[in-house]
């Protein structure tokens, strides 16, 4: 019997994945110049050939001042058009062709990371604030050790002017202009692990009593206009989806949260996808800080590998016609066909494995090969142990982070790729 992952699907803006298999985003680290490098592209050509339903780029920062790490490609001007900006266009054309060398549509993730952007990160100096919603800190943690740390790390953000949003929300469409001039097949536009669009979501980092905060329905104004005025812009056939998180609600703001997933349902979203964590609290790594107040889950949700099933379910029960991605610790057919045939999404979004082997869908789809080698083991990374005296949930994370980043420049270099060790 075929697998349910090799069926295609058709997004509301009438472009078809090949099969439900979704390289997911991931960091990079190789745009040195902030531009599409060589290696860059070396990289995605590699994923190209993988078998993938759809390939996600790592993020496009649209602010070169405003950066989530020092080696993302970003926008480092008003875009104007094609014709204005015609070296541009060439430039990022070279990338979207190999994603797509194959026939597999490419979608850029693009983000801007408020007031998460690491002080040596993007063009505006280690001592310039950045950019919020409101004036919250990041917090790791209540020591002196983790107030130090997160000092050294972030400076203190701004909240943002109505002009400062006005702003971004341009530099979001300028870049997604960008993505469909140079022949990618979509964005998403990055809601999720803590970055502005997330703060401007959240009640916790949103304490405006403006036009942009104060509601749910305010709060979310910020990406729906950045999703409407896109729509004005680019072809019909271009798809415009949305990471959310799934795990920095509590149950007094669930409600909250489904209101804003039915906005943009309502606003024509072509895809959501369901991921979770920010830096104060990494679940999207699966470090996430112990909560001992948190709901077991049962012993079948335990045993699927999704890190966020549960709530794409609830989601998919409200928006059954909302067509959903799910990424976060699939690691096996069994696993992602589940997840696919309980109805918890449409997509399923695979990080690390794609990382250690680009190919990796063909095993998956390899209708010869038995489910029990249709997977992939894979260890968390080893922290070094003069490093465990720091917040272990931040210095695990970026352990993972680090070392996926490592074997992606090894895919970009054509050096084979290590799995982390027992």
């Given at each position: ?10 997004l ?7 099969n ?41 920062q ?14 480092h ?15 990022w ?7 797509q ?10 983000c ?36 130090l ?40 536009l ?11 979501l ?5 304490l ?25 812009v ?14 920095d ?77 799910l ?8 696993g ?20 250690i ?6 095993l ?11 997977g ?14 720091l ?17 992606i ?14």
């Amino acid at each position: 019997m075929p697998s349910p992952l090799a069926d295609p699907v058709k997004l509301p803006c009438g472009l078809v994945l090949p099969n439900r298999l979704s390289k997911a985003a991931m960091a990079e680290m190789l745009a040195k110049t902030n531009q599409p490098t060589s290696a860059l592209v070396d990289a995605y050509e590699q994923w190209s050939d993988g078998g993938w339903g759809s390939i996600l780029t790592g993020n496009v920062q649209v602010d070169v001042n405003h950066m989530g790490s020092p080696f993302d490609p970003a926008l480092h001007n008003e875009y104007k058009d094609s014709e204005t900006n015609s070296a541009l266009v060439a430039q990022w054309k070279k990338y979207a062709d190999i994603c797509q060398k194959h026939g597999t549509p490419a979608i850029a993730q693009i983000c801007h990371p408020g007031r998460q952007s690491f002080r040596v990160a993007g063009h505006r100096g280690i001592f310039a604030p950045t950019l919020a919603p409101s004036a919250v800190p990041i917090k790791v943690g209540n020591s002196y050790l983790e107030s130090l740390i997160g000092c050294l790390v972030w400076s203190g953000p701004k909240e943002m002017t109505t002009q400062d949003v006005e702003r971004v929300i341009r530099q979001f469409v300028d870049t997604a202009r960008l993505m469909a001039d140079a022949g990618f097949s979509g964005v998403e536009l990055h809601g999720a692990h803590g970055y502005l669009i997330d703060q401007f979501l959240n009640g916790k980092t949103n304490l405006r009593t403006d036009a942009y905060g104060g509601t749910p329905e305010k709060r979310a104004r910020f990406v729906l206009e950045i999703l409407s005025q896109t729509r004005k812009v680019v072809p019909s056939t271009f798809a415009i989806g949305i990471k959310l998180n799934s795990a920095d609600h509590s149950s007094a703001t669930f409600e909250e949260t489904m209101t804003q997933i039915a906005l943009l349902a309502e606003a024509g979203i072509d895809f959501m996808e369901i991921s979770g964590g920010t830096y104060e609290d990494p679940k999207m790594m699966g470090r996430g800080k112990a909560n001992p107040a948190a709901a077991p889950k049962s012993a079948r949700t335990a045993a699927r590998e999704a890190f966020f099933l549960e709530f794409s379910k609830e989601v998919r029960q409200r928006h059954p016609g909302l067509v959903l991605m799910l990424t976060g610790g699939f690691r096996t057919r069994a696993g992602a066909e589940a997840a696919i045939r309980d109805g918890a999404c449409d997509l399923v979004g695979i990080g690390r494995p794609g990382a250690i082997d680009p190919r990796f869908p063909r095993l998956l789809l390899d209708e010869s090969v038995g489910d029990d080698e249709a997977g992939m083991v894979l260890n968390n990374v080893a922290v070094p142990w003069y490093m465990r005296f720091l917040p272990l949930h931040l210095v695990g994370a970026g352990a993972e982070s680090t070392y996926y980043s490592a074997q992606i420049q090894s895919l970009g270099k054509g050096i084979a790729t290590v799995a982390p060790p027992l």
